[in-house]
C-alpha cells in the first residue's frame, strides 16, 4: 500500500454532501439519506432525521443489533438504522473516515442491489483531506474462528485483501472463489458492481414473512434451480462472491479504523462476520493501531 499517498495517511471526509432516496429492501419503505462531512477523528455516525432529539449511532461493531438479514446497528434502545453494510462498504473502499449519515426512516434504500450508486456519487462529492493521520488497525498474528463449516480468519498483510469462498446447492451459483486487494480502483472495478442476491424459494419465504417488500428484479439478483431470473443477466460470471466480499468489506469497515490484514472467509456471512470482529477485538495480543509518517 503507497504510504507516501496522502490518501491513505491521513483521514479524509467528503467535500460536498451526497443526498439519496430509495426503498428499503426488508421494510419496503422509501427512505432519503444525507452524508454530510464531519470532523476529523468522528468516524462515521448514522443520525434518524424522523426522530427528534436522536444524538446519533456510531457505526462501530459493538453498536451491531441484528445480523439475521442484513447488518443492523442501534443506540440500545429502540432506534436501529439497518441495512448498512453496502453503504458502508463503499465509504471505507473509496478512504471516506468521517461522515455524518440522515436517514428519514430505519433502512438504508437498496437502490440496485450493489455499492456502485454510493461510490459514483462519492466520487462526485470529492474528496477532502483532513489534518489528522489515520490510525490503521495491523495484524500481527493470524486470528481464526469457526462455527461449524463456517470459517473467518485474518492474517498478517501490508494491504487489505479478501479472500472470499462460498458454497451453494444451487448449480447456478455453486462453488465460487475470488481474492481481491481493497483500493478505491479496485473495488469500483471489481466488486462495487456485484449486487445482493437471493433464492426464488427464499424470497417466496421471506414474502410470507413480510419480509423483501422492497425486492425486485432491479435491486437483487434472483436466481430460480437452473436459471438467473434478471432479464439482463448477471454483471460477472461470479458476481454472487464478488457480492459477498462486498458485504465483507463493509461488515470489517465497522472495527472503525481501515485494516492492513488478509481476510479469508468460508461460506460466512453477516451474523458471522459480527462474531469474528468481536474475536477479533478481544484477542489484543495479535493485533496493534499504527499511524504512517
Avoid at 104 to 116: K, T, W
Avoid at 166 to 194: M, S, V, W, Y
Avoid at 196 to 224: C, E, H, K, P, Q
Wanted: with cysteine; aromatic share 8%; glycine share 8%.
Amino acid at each position: 500500500m503507497p504510504f507516501n499517498d496522502d490518501s491513505y495517511k491521513f483521514q479524509h471526509t467528503i467535500n460536498n454532501e451526497i443526498n439519496l432516496s430509495g426503498v428499503g429492501v426488508h421494510s419496503g419503505r422509501k427512505s432519503t439519506i444525507s452524508i454530510k462531512p464531519a470532523h476529523e477523528n468522528s468516524g462515521i455516525t448514522f443520525f434518524r432525521s424522523d426522530l427528534p432529539g436522536h444524538n446519533g449511532i456510531k457505526a462501530i461493531f459493538k453498536n451491531v443489533t441484528d445480523t439475521s438479514l442484513a447488518t443492523v446497528i442501534g443506540n440500545g434502545g429502540e432506534v436501529i438504522v439497518s441495512t448498512i453494510e453496502h453503504l458502508m462498504a463503499a465509504l471505507s473502499a473509496m478512504n471516506i473516515d468521517n461522515a455524518n449519515i440522515y436517514i428519514d426512516n430505519h433502512e438504508l434504500p437498496i437502490l440496485d442491489g450493489s455499492a456502485n450508486t454510493f461510490c459514483e456519487s462519492i466520487t462526485n462529492a470529492g474528496l477532502s483531506r483532513q489534518n489528522s493521520k489515520r490510525n490503521y488497525f495491523v495484524i500481527t498474528v493470524p486470528i481464526e474462528f469457526e462455527e461449524g463449516d463456517k470459517f473467518v480468519g485474518i492474517y498478517p498483510s501490508d494491504n487489505f485483501k479478501i479472500s472470499c469462498k462460498i458454497e451453494f446447492a444451487n448449480k447456478i451459483i455453486g462453488n465460487q472463489e475470488l481474492t481481491c486487494e481493497i483500493t478505491p480502483e479496485t473495488f469500483i472495478k471489481e466488486i462495487g458492481r456485484a449486487r445482493t442476491f437471493g433464492l426464488m424459494s427464499d424470497v417466496n419465504m421471506m414474502n410470507l414473512m413480510g419480509l423483501g417488500r422492497g425486492g425486485s428484479l432491479d435491486s437483487a439478483i434472483v436466481v430460480d434451480e437452473d436459471k438467473v431470473l434478471n432479464p439482463e443477466g448477471l454483471r460477472f460470471d461470479n458476481e454472487f462472491v464478488r457480492h459477498k466480499i462486498l458485504d465483507c468489506v463493509g461488515d470489517f469497515s465497522l472495527l472503525g479504523m481501515p485494516i492492513l490484514g488478509h481476510v479469508k472467509t468460508f461460506k460466512s456471512g453477516h451474523d458471522l462476520h459480527r462474531k469474528f470482529l468481536t474475536h477479533l477485538f478481544n484477542n489484543k495480543k495479535k493485533w496493534k493501531t499504527k499511524q504512517f509518517s
